[in-house]
Structure formats: C-alpha cells, structure tokens
C-alpha cells in the first residue's frame, strides 16, 4: 500500500522537501505539515516499512535513536522543558514518529495531555512556512551534524 510516508521519503530522496532538516541513520528528520507547536518534527524511515516491528532489531534501535536525537535537537533549539514521541500508524500506516516540543507556555488543558487533543482548527492554524520556518529547521540541522547523527 503506497501511503503519504512513502510519497514524502521519495521528495526528499530526491531533494525536493523544504521540510527536510537531514537524512539520518534510519531515515529523514522532518518539519511537519503543522506547525503550531513550533517544531513539531516526523522521522520517516527510508526505506519504508509497514511497523516498527518490520525492522530488525539493530534497524529498530537505530530508528528509535534517530527519534530521540530530534528530540535532542528540540531541546536545544528551542524552548521545550519536554519532548512527546508518538508512533501511531493509524491513519497512514506506515512507520513514522511524531516528535513534538512541549512548552511551559501551553495551556493548561493541553500541556498535560498528547497534543492531537488540540482543536482540529488550532492543530491546522499555523501550516509549515519555508520562510518562517528556516531558522529553526537549520538550527535542528546544525544541532544533528555537530552531535554527528546526520549523515546528510
């Protein structure tokens, strides 16, 4: 089944995202579709995979450090206290990770909960600017070369 993760893996295989912020080991660290939690990053796996359970074991640790090396990276670049991971498959079930940077400045009925429990028009209110958004998806970059986890 070919999904929306297989189609955003071959832009940026082929150097056309501006939502790359690198290749990785396990695949590529992205800026989401959204942001209105600045930062909200993805980690698609290249190749794509159905689960995280179609990995072997070193391909799953691999992908699993990835993730939590954009978290890293959030931390860093911005002015998280947290970072949430989220690998659902739901909607588009291939294996993808949601990484988004939670901040003390939420509201209080969001900050303490998984952030899809937003509104659906807050959630959709701030969409990726590659203007706006470049600053950031560089210092990310920056963060993941200096820490020697990109390999692009």
């Known amino acids: 089944m070919r999904t929306l993760i297989h189609e955003r893996v071959e832009l940026a295989q082929q150097g056309r995202s501006s939502q790359v912020i690198c290749r990785l080991r396990s695949g590529w660290a992205v800026l989401g579709d959204s942001q209105f939690i600045a930062g909200y990053s993805l980690l698609l796996p290249d190749p794509v995979v159905p689960s995280l359970n179609d990995l072997a074991t070193d391909q799953r640790a691999q992908f699993l450090l990835d993730m939590a090396a954009i978290g890293d990276a959030l931390l860093a670049a911005t002015d998280a206290y947290r970072v949430n991971y989220e690998i659902l498959g739901n909607t588009e079930p291939a294996l993808h990770a949601h990484i988004f940077p939670r901040r003390i400045t939420e509201p209080d ?25 470049e600053v950031l998806r560089q210092g990310l970059r920056r963060f993941l070369k200096t820490a020697g986890v990109a390999v692009s």
Do not use: M, N
């Not at 969001?110 to 959630?123: A, D, N, Q, S, T």
């Not at 209110?125 to 203007?131: I, N």
């Open 109 to 133: 009925q969001y900050r303490v909960g998984p952030v899809f429990l937003y509104p659906k028009i807050v959630r959709e209110s701030r969409p990726f600017d590659s203007v706006r958004d």
